[in-house]
């Protein structure tokens, strides 16, 4: 039986995404059951992905150019047309008719024609955009589509959830107005043109198995061109995407995916050989390991999880990686072990949250409904109050999440401060190695990592100390 092309797969994965599949699950079933090429998977994770990424902007697009409501139009032909806008707009290697007429031949006949049309009206327009600049960064900037549409100056645009902002930076209304109110328009117009380009892949070097340098050579030689870390020497970046398993080293365990705000975390976290741990939200494990690798694979690390089936995860990949002192147990993190009360040198609690920081790599949270995050400041805090009833006098207790939403974050930890007068915020810092990020310098032992500041996920990280009686 012939495989689908790598656009046909891409449609209809597109329509389970809109039905409520996760994004990064559903293309891992679809190159996992199929036997697409490497330059077909690409293109077929490339447009999945970024038609998420960017759907308001191509619904804005293709809102110009039809002459009827976009919402009227069929769920097969509003995904090929995203699909097809994305191509024009954004995959410079293909060609303009590439893009339309393989876009055109996936719908039925009956639409055909319209969805060539709309393409070449995008195409007009785009003719008549500035030469100086590549295609995709013609209109990157909020005032860059005002000055071409002056139609998102209009409160009938805002209406339908279009601004200059929105469209720009590919990110619902309602989303916007979130990272506003948590970090003021120009940050957060900041922060979220960062999450609107693809990140490098970022690697934790396993030191148990092999050092920085020796990994970067290896993947040298294999022309995948490694970049040192921002901050932590342990970290490698590489500017491609794809199956982590095919990167040499991968199955001697020479190092995991971890992006570099989770390493921080862990520097934070700075658990000794020897010590007693506990990770009390511990999937998929990347911290876990990343203090492992720490202690130098001495001590004991606790990592627990609510949900069992992901615990296999963690034990597979501590054995790769050779870490000996990872024991899994299930465990909801609001109802702590009785019997490791008081006896845990160093504590982890990295939250459930909105994972509003990780938009990157995650696009589908850009579309996720707000109202579910609403309950997870009163988990989050239920967590840390059970998490610090593990902590020794003299020991560490580290809170971090994936978000930027202050009421998950700085609010959480300024209420259990005030609850707790015998944990106390301490202060670290981490300089960098790359002069174009801010050095990661914490307040009252509180630091929120922002990707246009750090180039990183964004991230918080709340480092307390238990005082001595």
């Known amino acids: 039986m012939q495989t689908p092309s790598p656009r046909a797969l891409a449609l209809e994965t597109l329509h389970g995404v809109s039905r409520g599949k996760y994004g990064n699950i559903a293309v891992d079933t679809v190159l996992r059951r199929t036997n697409l090429s490497e330059a077909d998977r690409h293109l077929f994770t490339a447009l999945v992905y970024g038609v998420i990424e960017r759907q308001v902007t191509l619904d804005f697009l293709m809102d110009q150019f039809s002459d009827r409501p976009t919402e009227t139009l069929d769920e097969d032909l509003r995904q090929a047309l995203r699909m097809g806008l994305y191509q024009l707009i954004y995959m410079d290697r293909i060609p303009d008719h590439a893009a339309v007429g393989e876009t055109v031949a996936l719908l039925p006949k009956r639409t055909r024609g319209y969805a060539n049309a709309i393409l070449r009206s995008y195409l007009r327009f785009e003719a008549s955009l500035p030469e100086d600049a590549p295609k995709e960064n013609r209109l990157e900037t909020p005032e860059a589509w005002s000055e071409r549409f002056p139609v998102l100056k209009k409160k009938t645009s805002a209406h339908k959830g279009f601004t ?74 590489l500017p491609v995407s794809g199956d982590v398993t095919r990167l040499p080293g991968f199955d001697s365990g020479d190092f995991f995916i971890q992006d570099e705000a989770s390493q921080l975390c862990v520097a934070v976290m700075d658990a000794q050989p020897g010590d007693l741990v506990i990770d009390t939200c511990a999937c998929p494990g990347s911290k876990s390991f990343g203090m492992g690798i720490h202690m130098e694979n001495k001590g004991e690390i606790h990592a627990f999880d609510l949900h069992e089936s992901k615990l296999s995860l963690i034990k597979t990949s501590a054995e790769r990686l050779g870490l000996s002192i990872i024991s899994v147990a299930r465990r909801d ?95 670290f810092s981490i300089p960098a190695q790359d002069p174009t990020v801010a050095c990661v310098k914490s307040w009252n032992g509180m630091v929120t990592l922002l990707p246009h500041r750090h180039g990183t996920d964004g991230f918080f990280i709340a480092k307390f100390r238990k005082l001595k009686a």
């Open 164 to 237: 200059p902002e929105t469209v720009a930076y590919g990110i619902p209304l309602p989303m916007f107005n979130v990272y506003v109110d948590a970090l003021g328009y120009d940050e957060a117009c900041a922060a979220l043109s960062a999450l609107s380009h693809k990140p490098p892949l970022t690697l934790r070097v396993n030191a148990l198995r092999v050092s920085p340098e020796a990994l970067n050579a290896r993947l040298a030689a294999e022309g995948l061109s490694p970049l040192q870390g921002l901050y932590l020497p342990t970290a490698l970046r």
């Open 333 to 427: 993190a609001r109802q702590p072990d009785p019997e490791l009360l008081g006896k845990a040198d160093r504590v982890l609690c990295d939250v459930p949250c909105s994972g509003l920081g990780v938009m990157a790599k995650k696009p589908e949270l850009r579309h996720k409904d707000l109202s579910e995050s609403a309950r997870l400041p009163a988990i989050q805090a239920d967590i840390l109050e059970a998490s610090a009833q593990y902590v020794k006098e003299g020991g560490v207790l580290v809170y971090s999440t994936c978000t930027v939403l202050p009421a998950e974050n700085r609010e959480v930890v300024t209420a259990f401060l005030r609850k707790h007068p015998e944990f106390s915020g301490e202060d």
